[in-house]
């Protein structure tokens, strides 16, 4: 009985593949064999603009990624020795305009220090007006021969040491208002305060970092690029910038091409200038762009010539006999988001809908 069994298990198997075969090849099952790569052939035909898959020139581009900076970016230090934080007088994120003063430093001491040179010089230079009257004086009795060489050349002497010391104490002056003028701290351009690290009571050396400001109206896009691409970036090109955090795009312009490769990245780096309204970047953003490196021939459709179902994208295509046809097709995007490159399922010559929405 157990062996019956098995022998009719075993039949219904080898019926059920022969049935499967014969309704594969279509001979059982109806309906004509639809060839592969290709869905059933519409009944109907839908008007519509035909026209043919040829092949176009579009640009070639590399996509790299790079760094928002500004090009006017500097921290702020101080140049004297050693001095104390007065006051900061703008936070993170604040703007200023140029001249205005940033930070003061104490400057009493500095202050001091000018007030004495001014009245050392003024010293000085009445001793000089002195000895100028006098060796004029000299001058004039050592003519009538009634002073002597000695004396004479004595009161010259005086006149030009006392000459020395006024210059001297201009000197020391012109040091000492400088200083006065490092106490204040004052911003070179406008912009805006990018990190504050100190606060009044601070001790500032010029080892210390005090501020960071940078020029918001001079944003540029730092791109590492790869070696054996250098001979084919030129300045002046237009590079098409994203930049995700704003969900943005702009434009650059390639303005410096930095002639060093980084030995470890094989990268060298490209400096390309924002163009238009920059309000929205900061420096140390993440932007990705395409540097153009010429063209090539692809095929491209429209993006209306493309149905998408799920993950599956279909174009219509029509025969020479007339009969329409939806093919599944690759394709990829382009930048310029209006057409799409085809890159299988279809060739040059065929006949496609420009529009199946």
């Not at 762009?289 to 179902?309: D, F, S, W």
């Not at 993950?311 to 690759?330: A, W």
Request: one cysteine or more; aromatic letters at 8%; hydrophobic letters at 40%.
């Amino acid at each position: 009985m157990k062996k019956a069994g098995r022998i009719f298990f075993a039949i219904a198997v080898v019926v059920f593949i022969v049935w499967s075969m014969l309704y594969q090849s279509g001979t059982i099952g109806g309906g004509d064999k639809v060839q592969p790569g290709e869905a059933a052939a519409s009944e109907a035909v839908v008007e519509g603009q035909w026209s043919e898959l040829a092949e176009t020139e579009i640009p070639l581009f590399y996509s790299a990624v790079g760094t928002v900076r500004s090009r006017e970016e500097i921290e702020m230090i101080s140049r004297l020795p050693t001095a104390r934080v007065v006051r900061v007088h703008f936070n993170n994120g604040e703007s200023f305009k140029e001249g205005d003063v940033l930070i003061q430093l104490e400057s009493r001491d500095l202050q001091a220090r000018v007030d004495v040179v001014r009245e050392n010089l003024k010293e000085a230079e009445s001793r000089l007006a002195f000895a100028r009257k006098e060796q004029e004086r000299y001058t004039k009795l050592f003519e009538k021969e009634v002073a002597t060489l000695q004396a004479y050349e004595e009161v010259i002497s005086n006149t030009k040491v006392a000459e020395a010391q006024v210059a001297a104490m201009k000197h020391e002056l012109e040091n000492a208002l400088t200083n006065l003028e490092y106490a204040t701290i004052k911003a070179p351009f406008d912009g805006i305060v990018s990190e504050r690290n100190c606060d009044p009571g601070d001790l500032a050396t010029p080892q210390n970092m005090l501020m960071k400001i940078f020029n918001p109206t001079k944003l540029q896009l730092r791109v590492p690029i790869r070696e054996n691409l250098f001979s084919q970036i030129r300045i002046g090109d237009k590079l098409p910038v994203s930049v995700g955090s704003t969900g943005k795009d702009w434009q650059a312009e390639i303005r410096e091409i930095i002639p060093s490769v980084d030995p470890g990245s094989r990268m060298f780096l490209v400096d390309a200038d924002f163009e238009g309204d920059t309000r929205e970047l900061m420096p140390g953003m993440f932007a990705s762009c395409l540097v153009p490196l010429g063209k090539r021939k692809a095929l491209t459709v429209p993006t209306h010539a493309i149905r998408n179902e799920g993950q599956l994208e279909y174009m219509r295509f029509r025969s020479e006999t007339g009969t329409e046809r939806d093919v599944p097709v690759k394709t990829a995007a382009l930048p310029d988001q209006a057409r799409r490159e085809v890159l299988s399922g279809a060739q040059a010559g065929m006949f496609y809908r420009e529009n199946v929405q």
